[in-house]
């Protein structure tokens, strides 16, 4: 498992609830969520695939910003 951090200007909770759907329906996705509190707009994704274009490229498309922050590998994941 890979929890990724990305950078977003994803600012309301309808936003990112919509997103969450999106992104829920990709099949490496394990779960996400946003922190619309911090400064960046978090977006925390685990998932089975290290490939974060896919993620960003599904974002930019539904008209928001995406910026790769950090990538870190999970060796034991309990969710």
Known sequence: MYIVIFKTNVS????SLQLQTTLAKLQE????SFDLDD??????VV????DTERICLLLEESGFSC?????FVCLEAQY
Not at 12 to 15: A, G, S
Not at 39 to 44: A, F, Q
Not at 47 to 50: A, E, I, R
Request: hydrophobic share 25%; with cysteine; net charge negative.
């Open 12 to 15: 309301t909770e309808e936003q």
């Open 29 to 32: 996705i394990v779960m996400s």
């Open 39 to 44: 400064c960046d707009r978090i977006l925390r």
């Open 47 to 50: 998932t089975t695939n290290p």
């Open 67 to 71: 910026e790769t922050m950090e990538s």
